[in-house]
T-cell receptor
């Protein structure tokens, strides 16, 4: 079962920041927070991951709370191409054996 | 570098038939995982292979099987197809245990 809770849908105006929340209150010390997104009928695409510290890459920023029970994915300037289902996943990199629990994710719709 | 390649992209089969799907991981990746995605159940883990050994298996009937070759390429087989097997089948590869997973574009299987 998915260890994360995400809102089923969100929308955002093009050019504005999209902030996607994720609750993972039962996360353990060895588990990382990963974000993937899936554009319709394509395979999930890796976005970013983190353990404790905030992370940033060319696609997004990841903010993890100090208690690690929740996180927020930030797309700083959303475009229409960012419309997708976003999945927040937590897992222990040493023991997952390929199994990722995706849950239902958040459908982000970016409107012009 | 080349991504994860899945063939074929689309497939139509009749109930009762069997089907074989193929996945070529990123060069150097030794872990290959398979997922089934349906609108009703979302993304569900099928199995994972590492160095030609199945290390993990999801909750699917024995009609679903797989294997991995010495070059890390993987195949999955579904026998005695049912209408409910219609789905997007996704393959993901990882260089090492728990590293980032890269997904292919999937094979869309339709059973009629």
């Amino acid at each position: 079962d998915a260890k994360t809770t995400q809102p089923p849908s969100m929308d955002c105006a093009e050019g504005r920041a999209a902030n996607l929340p994720c609750n993972h209150s039962t996360i353990s010390g060895n588990e990382y927070v990963y974000w993937y997104r899936q554009i319709h009928s394509q395979g999930p695409q890796y976005i970013i991951h983190g353990l404790k510290n905030n992370e940033t890459n060319e696609m997004a920023s990841l903010i993890i709370t100090e208690d690690r029970k929740s996180s927020t994915l930030i797309l700083p300037h959303a475009t229409l191409r960012d419309t997708a289902v976003y999945y927040c996943i937590v897992y222990d990199r040493g023991s997952t054996l390929g199994r990722l629990y995706f849950g239902r994710g958040t459908q982000l719709t970016v409107w012009p | 570098k080349a991504g994860v390649t899945q063939t074929p992209r689309y497939l139509i089969k009749t109930r009762g038939q069997q089907v074989t799907l193929s996945c070529s991981p990123i060069s150097g990746h030794r872990s290959v995982s398979w997922y089934q995605q349906t609108p009703g159940q979302g993304l569900q883990f099928l199995f994972e292979y590492f160095s030609e050994t199945q290390r993990n298996k999801g909750n699917f009937p024995g009609r679903f099987s797989g294997r991995q070759f010495s070059n890390s390429r993987s195949e999955m087989n579904v026998s005695t197809l049912e209408l409910g097997d219609s789905a997007l089948y996704l393959c993901a590869s990882s260089p090492v245990e728990g590293g980032g997973y890269t997904f292919g574009s999937g094979t869309r299987l339709t059973v009629v």
